[in-house]
Structures are given as C-alpha cells and as structure tokens.
C-alpha cells in the first residue's frame, strides 16, 4: 500500500513495465521523505508527471540526480526552460573559489545539464544533432573552464609564457573522437591532445620552460576532470591519441606534432585526426589556422585518390572484429557487426579517398560527411538516407544505455529490467521489438560496409586462370613459363605477351618497389591479365597497361584505386585498347587514373556551362591560395576534362564537331581564369591602368584575340594556341593607379607575358596549352601586346593577303569587352574594305602550295590528310579565297569565324551552288573525324593513298576550277 501522496500516482506507476514499478515506488517514497511538497507538486500539468516518472524508470542515474537538484529541476520545469535547448549557467562557476568547492560546482553544472539533455532527448524534444551538440558543447566549456582555473594557479606561482620576443604562448587543447566530432555521448570519456606552438620560458619568479610549464597545466586540467568524490566526475580523459600514446610526453609542440605525423603517422591516425578540433583557445587565431593548414590536414587528405585506405580499413575492421571475438562483444552497439563504429568507417574512409580534391569532404561532422558524400556522388542518396536513419537511431539506443547508470558501455544489456529500460527510452512496446529493429538497422550497416570497405575483393584471384597468373607473378619466371601460361589459357601472341611481362617484372623499377606496391601489384597483375583474355590486338593493349601501371608504382594508391574499382579498371582497359594517345595521357599523367572511376565521360555532353560548373567547383575547395596553387589546379582541370572529352569523343558518343566545340570551351574558359588570375597578380603589384581622354578618367583593359584553330571553333587534342594581345589605353595620363604605378603599356605587356608563363609552365599536370603569337602585327619583330589604335593601322597600311586570311579565323575570347568590339569593327572594315582582291587568287595560290611544300608529311607513301592536295589545307584555302573576293560585295560572308559555317554563309550569298557547299561540309567532316581518330590512336595524319578517293577528287577539281 503506497503512503497516501503516492496513491495519486499508481496509475501512472502501473502503467510502466512491471519490471520498472518497483524501482519507481522506491523513488516515490524516498522523494516524500526527502521532499515532502514535491510529490504534490508533480500533479502539476507543467511538470508531467507521467513524463518524470518515465524518466526515473529508465535511468538510475537521472532517478539520483533529481533527488539531489529538484529544486533546480522544478524550477526548470515551471519555468518551460525545459522545453528549449540548455543553456549553461557558466556565471555559477567561479574562478575565485577553492578547489574543492570549484569542483562542487563543476559536477553540479555537469549533473543538472546531462538531466535537462536527457530530459529532452527521452520525451522527443531534441532531434539527435541537438543531443550530441548539447553534450558536446558541455564537455568544451568544462574543459575551457578547468584550463582557466588551472591557468591561474599556475601564474601565481611561475607567470605566464612568453617567446623570445616576449609574446604569450597558450596551451591548444585539440578534441579527438565524439568531442572533436561534436558527437559526445552522453557518458564518454573525452579524448584530448595537449599541444603548444612554440618555445618559451615563463615570466615568474620561478621560471618553467614552456615543454614543463604546459605539462604541469595538463595534468592539473585532466586531474579536476577525472577525481571522483561524492558529487561523482566531469569526464574521464584519455589522452592516448598524443604522438607515441602513453610512450610520449604528456604536451608536445606543433614542431614535434608535425615531425612525428610525417615520420610516424600512421592510417589509424588519419581517421583519428578527421574529427580533430581545437577547444582551448575557443577561438581560432594565426596559430590554430596554421596548424590545421599545414600540419593536420596535409597528413589527413592527400592530393590524390587514395583508394590505398581500403586496405587499412579491412585491417583495421579485422582486428577490432577479432576483439569483438575475443571479449565476446557481439552485443556492442559501437564496435559490434553493423555497429556505430561501421557507419563512422564508412563515411571516413570515403572522406580520407576523396577529402584531398573535394574540400567539402572535410568536414568532422559524421551525419554533415554522409551528406556530402551523397552530393559527390560517392553514396547513393538512398544509401546515405538509410546510414543516417540507422546511425540516429544507434546513437540514441547507445545514449539511453549510457544513461541508466552514467556508466560508458556500448552493451546491449543482458538483464530484462535493463532491457526494459530501454525499449520504454525507445518507446517500444517491448525488447524484443526493439530488438528486432536494431538487428534490422545493424544488417543494413553491415551490408553497407562491405559494400564500401570490400568493393572489388569480393572479386578475387580464385580462379584456376588468375591463380595460375598470381604465381607467376609472384616469383621471378622466366619467358617459357610465361609463354606457357598464356598459351594454355588461349591467349594471342602468348610469346608478345610472355615478353611484355617479363619485361615489366624484371625492370630495376619493378623490382625496387616498395612491399606495400608489391603487394598492390600482385593483386592487380592476375585481375588485369583475365580481363584482357579474349580482346583484340591483346598485346598493344598490355605494353600500353604494364607502362600506365610502371608510372604509378612509387605512388601505389593508383593501383589500389583500380583494384578497388573493378569498372574503372575496365574503363581503362577499354581505353588503352582503342586509344594510344589517351593510354599515353594518363601515363604521363596519372591523376587522369581519376576519371575512371566516373562513367559520365562515355555519355554525357560536357558543354561550356557544366566545364564552368567544374571548374568553379575545384577553385571554391582551394579557399585562399597563391596564384600557383590556382594555375596547377586549372591544369589539373583542363587535363581531366580533355580527357573526358577525349574519351567521349572515342568511344563515339560525340560528334566530330562537338568535339572541337568542347575543345574550344575548354580552352576558353582556361584562358579566362588564367587571365583573372594573372590580371590579380599585376593589380596588386601597379593598381589598375587608367587614361585620361576627353578629360574623364577611364580604365584600361586587355583584349585576348584567338586566331586559327581556337579562332574557327575547330581546336584539336595538343593544338597550339595563336593569340595577339591589344588594349585600349590611349590620351593621356596612361598609367596605373598603385602605389607603384607603371606605364600603361608596361603594364600590358607584363601581363600578357604572365598570362604565357601560366598557359605554358610546366605543373604537374604538364603545361596548359603551347601559345604561338607570331600572327601580331609584324610578327617576332612587332611587339607583345599592341594599341587598339595601332593594331588598325597596321591593318590598313601593312597587312598582308595571309594575314588577311588568318584575319578570317580571328575572334575575342577573353578579356576587355571594350576591346572585343573595336576589334569586331577593324576585322569587318578590314576584311570587306582592304582586301587586295587583285593579288587575292595569285596570293592564295602562293601561300598554298609553299605550305604543301613544307608539311605535307605524306610524299609518296600516303595521303596527308591536312596538307595533302584534295585534302583539309585545300577546303579551307578554297574558302577563305572565295569569302575575301566576295566580302566587299557579300558582308554577312565575314561573320562566322570556323569553315563549316562560313561555307553555309557562301551557299546563302550565291557565292557557291548549295550542292557544292554541302559536299564541301562533308568531305571537310569526314577527313576530320579520320584525323582525330589518328591522333587518339598515337599516329600520324596520313591514310592510305587510296583512302577517300571521291572526296580527294571532288576537292581538286573545285581548287582547279577556282584556283588554279
């Protein structure tokens, strides 16, 4: 029979599980004995009644902390403060106070924080990132407030450290794991590294050097935290994660953190340092964004595709599954199959792969890293959904059996009262329900692990043929065997391909590869030579894979990337047996490994919008960098999308013309940001050109004009780039406007020199594109960068009928807007009103056949498809003759810059019967699709002699007719 208070109660009592009823009565009477008018208080609409007795019955812990704070929790309650987030009362910590009692108020601010959180997460009214961010912004601010309390005992007695040049130095508390991660559970230790940025001596009476100074305070910060007394602990700290754990010293500088991360780091670290963030100062300065920058995340992220991580995850995944073994630790939420500790691997594995180039990857947040993966295409948005679903819920399974008892266990419990306990937080009808849910949520985990964790080893060398391939890979043969290997499996050429191995395996790189390399590539080597089985010309294909594969081998998280990725292996195979120009890319280029593993390139039309996209993408993850830094990110840019076109483009899925208009995209958009870039630098240095004319200052600018095959939209792979560079500075007062100011002119010619020194400097994605300004005024003799103004007075006094047809082929593609229409007007006055059409055909001719002369790379063993007669140089002579003669007559003939149009504007002029222009179209189209499949196949631009006999004819016979 309950005392009289505790009769209003029973109904709420017996409607709990009846494992809990007991425990709950107990509180009950033990409240009315310690709080005589709380019990009545409880019928209070505002308390919920049935809500607090709901929350004693699920945790002990929160059962004892009420009875010690409920005038506090009352409070709380009738004030509605528990129905918004925490807000910590730091004011109720004093710095001033003894130790004993600073500890007193610690413990009590800790046990009435983790009440309200807990209050809130049991009843539904915090969503998990409001929990763990609670618990986590808890755990900082005791940790900030026990560094100041320790900080100040400290200067009583040694000061404060100061350089040499007498400047402060601070203690860097770094949070690792759940804290760094603002993932705190609601009973988890705390995982710290001490570190300070650099040498020094206190400023005491009695002087500490900074190493003795920070040691001391980190002992006494870990010792206000961890001492249990009667109000309990703050946290328990683990500080393990420091450079050589329990073996080094208790603080370390940024010096020896950063020569111990290059020298000793290992893969289990990277993970750890994902999370990493700094607490004390609370506030980041020079020193905090330096040591982020240039120490942590360096040895975290790599600049490449690291799909190595693979291997040290399943190592990992081993030993700690072998732990779970041994301890019998099934039953683990975290560390158990499909556990939280999964979910964190596959998010961190991914983001350690990718983090290098996708700066949005890092990021120390678990749930905000699975998002990002979805938005980079890593994760399947449906995969991403369900990992966060089943982590939440994980999470929340973790903190309610944390709760009971304050205690950090990750056990499901044995007991049925606990079990209870549990699935009334979880607002389950029974365990076994809940049971049922979290073997659900764990399979779909595991599930997804070994998806991400074992992509391509389900594939293994299992197989009598990859067997056979594995031992001889892995022991020095000589050719016999090899032949025989080949020959019994069916290969062709097994005596080629015999040769090409034992050539590879016996090279002095091969052989001094390191064993982690060695390892990679004899896994690889088996899977290769099988998926080869059965292709054409088998043994091309191998030279071209076995010198990709030799390029890589000192950077041997390429090879792991393609036997992690089995369709990009395949992707790259596929493309070495077509393409020896795209296998001889990505050799000298190994970043281009890259693009394999995205299937876009084969379908998708990646026009000058998308190309921008990318591009923006890439300079937005770099932040702030020196020019440099953004000219070799621009390579790396220009190289992977020429190479996605280049794959597009040879496995047929892009016309010829869209080709070239790729090409020229790209090329323009590099010539743009290269530009910017260059045009910031010079800013910087001379302030901005200016001139006055007509008494107004105005700004000067830089025109960037294409000629040849970027200005006829028909650029190809390795095409030069023909640029003249005019501005529009005239008047007076032509000069800069900086500190340092310079010559108007000076200024121009510097950047167009810069703007070259980008486009061609070797990076180490090889140089941008080769630029040819020889087509300015008066060419090597003539200067740079040319006046507007000089550039039509050359035009009109000087220019020659050759420059009047590369004047055909001539647009603006960067730069001054201004300067783009003055050179649109001088080109259409130049070319309809200067032309001298006399000279034109006895010109044209002239230049023609001194060009065949000189190039034609054919003689007698073939057709030269560009210089040879009938062939591209013809088509394009032809047209250019027959739109200088008749522009003056036909002004809309000048519009288009490219061949193909300026034709279709002759056959609207009345220049040429429609019929010949259409033949001409095709003819011109079906000789550059042969001449691009050349190119991607390594050869040069000559056919047989009796290769497009038709159109060769039809070509001729039109020059003689018109040229002739």
């Known amino acids: 029979m309950l005392p009289q208070p505790q009769n209003q109660f029973a109904d709420l009592v017996d409607d709990l599980p009846v494992l809990l009823q007991s425990p709950v009565r107990l509180w009950l009477t033990l409240m009315q004995e310690q709080e005589p008018a709380a019990l009545p208080a409880l019928m209070n609409a505002s308390l919920g009644a049935a809500e607090l007795l709901k929350l004693v019955a699920t945790s002990e812990y929160a059962a004892n902390a009420l009875r010690r704070h409920w005038a506090w929790f009352a409070e709380q309650a009738a004030s509605g403060a528990l129905d918004t987030a925490p807000q910590l009362a730091w004011s109720e910590l004093s710095q001033d106070a003894d130790e004993p009692l600073f500890g007193r108020q610690l413990r009590s601010l800790r046990n009435r924080s983790l009440l309200h959180i807990l209050w809130r997460e049991l009843h539904g009214k915090a969503e998990l990132d409001e929990t763990l961010t609670s618990l986590s912004a808890l755990a900082d601010n005791l940790v900030a407030a026990c560094e100041g309390y320790a900080r100040r005992q400290l200067r009583e007695r040694f000061g404060d450290v100061r350089d040499a040049d007498g400047q402060p130095v601070s203690l860097c508390i770094l ?194 890293a699975l998002r990002q993966l979805a938005d980079t295409r890593d994760l399947l948005r449906s995969e991403v959904n369900g990992l966060l679903e089943s982590y939440a819920f994980l999470r929340r399974v973790e903190n309610f059996i944390q709760a009971m008892r304050d205690q950090q266990t990750h056990d499901l419990p044995d007991n049925e009262a606990d079990q209870a306990r549990i699935a009334l937080a979880m607002d389950r009808p029974d365990w076994r329900t809940l049971e049922a849910e979290i073997e659900q949520h764990r399979t779909f985990v595991s599930e997804r692990f070994t998806a991400v964790a074992f992509r391509g080893a389900h594939e293994t060398a299992a197989s009598e043929l990859r067997a056979g391939f594995a031992t001889h890979c892995e022991s020095v043969l000589d050719t016999d065997s090899w032949e025989q290997q080949f020959l019994q499996h069916g290969y062709e050429e097994p005596a080629v391909l015999a040769a090409e191995m034992c050539r590879f395996l016996q090279d002095r790189a091969t052989l001094q590869a390191d064993a982690t390399a060695r390892r990679r590539l004899n896994q690889l080597l088996p899977v290769m030579l099988d998926m080869l089985h059965g292709r054409a010309q088998v043994a091309e294909t191998l030279r071209r894979l076995l010198n990709i594969v030799a390029r890589v081998l000192r950077r041997s998280a390429y090879v792991a990337l393609l036997i992690e990725n089995r369709a990009a292996l395949r992707r790259l195979i596929e493309l070495c047996e077509k393409s020896a120009y795209l296998a001889e890319e990505i050799a000298r280029f190994p970043m281009l490994l890259d693009e394999m593993l995205d299937p876009r390139p084969y379908s998708v039309d990646y026009n000058a919008a998308t190309l921008r996209e990318n591009l923006a993408e890439r300079l937005t993850s770099l932040g702030e960098v020196d020019s440099e830094r953004r000219v070799e990110v621009l390579g790396q840019f220009q190289r992977a999308a020429l190479f996605r076109i280049a794959a597009a483009d040879f496995t047929g899925n892009l016309p010829i013309m869209k080709v070239s208009d790729q090409l020229t995209d790209l090329a323009e958009i590099v010539l743009a940001e290269a530009l910017t870039v260059a045009w910031r630098d010079l800013v910087e240095r001379f302030g901005e050109p200016r001139f006055v004319e007509d008494g107004h200052n105005r700004a000067a600018g830089l025109g960037v004009i294409a000629y040849g095959k970027l200005g006829g939209f028909e650029l190809s792979y390795g095409s030069d780039l023909d640029l003249v560079f005019l501005h529009n500075s005239r008047g007076s007062e032509q000069h800069t406007n900086g500190a340092k100011a310079v010559e108007n002119g000076m200024f121009f010619v510097r950047l167009a020199r810069r703007l070259v020194h980008f486009l061609t400097i070797q990076t180490g994605s090889g140089a941008l594109y080769d630029v040819d300004t020889r087509l300015r005024p008066s060419g090597r003799a003539g200067l740079l960068v040319t006046s507007v103004e000089a550039f039509e007075r050359y035009q009109r006094e000087n220019a020659w009928t050759w420059e009047h047809q590369a004047l055909l082929r001539a647009r603006p593609v960067a730069g001054h807007a201004g300067v783009a229409r003055e050179f649109e007007r001088i080109r259409a006055d130049t070319l309809t009103g200067r032309v001298n059409r006399d000279s034109l055909r006895d010109d044209v001719r002239a230049m023609r056949e001194k060009m065949r002369a000189q190039l034609d790379s054919a003689a007698d063993q073939g057709f030269d498809l560009k210089q040879g007669k009938g062939g591209i140089g013809d088509i394009e002579f032809i047209v250019q003759y027959l739109v200088l003669a008749n522009a003056a007559r036909e002004p809309a003939i000048i519009h288009y810059p490219d061949n193909i149009r300026q034709l279709g504007t002759l056959g609207a002029a009345g220049c040429l019967p429609r019929e010949t222009v259409a033949r001409l179209q095709d003819s011109y189209r079906a000789y550059r699709l042969r001449l691009h499949t050349l190119l991607l196949d390594g050869k040069p631009p000559v056919v047989a002699n009796d290769a497009f006999p038709t159109e060769r004819a039809f070509v001729s016979a039109l020059w003689d007719e018109l040229l002739a």
């Open 175 to 368: 949070a690792m794991g759940k804290l760094g991660g603002r993932e705190l559970n609601f009973s988890s230790d705390i995982d710290v590294i001490f570190l300070y940025p650099h040498d020094g001596d206190s400023d005491g009476a009695r002087t500490l050097s900074a190493q003795e100074y920070f040691t001391r305070l980190a002992r006494r910060i870990v010792a206000l935290l961890e001492e249990s007394t009667a109000d309990g602990f703050v946290y328990r700290v683990d500080t393990r994660l420091r450079p050589f754990g329990d073996s080094g010293p208790p603080v370390v500088s940024f010096a020896a953190l950063e020569s111990y991360l290059l020298n000793h780091g290992r893969t289990w670290e990277r993970y750890a340092y994902i999370k990493s963030r700094v607490i004390v100062p609370a506030t980041s300065d020079i020193e905090v964004t330096a040591l982020y920058k240039e120490l942590i995340e360096p040895f975290v992220y790599r600049r490449y595709l690291d799909f190595g991580i693979f291997e040290s995850l399943r190592d990992m995944k081993a030993m700690i599954s072998a732990e779970v073994q041994r301890r019998e630790m099934a039953r683990n939420v975290k560390l158990g199959p499909g556990g939280i500790r999964e979910v964190e691997f596959i998010a961190q594995s991914l983001q350690l792969v990718r983090g290098g180039q996708v700066r949005g990857l890092r990021c120390r947040e678990l749930q905000q």
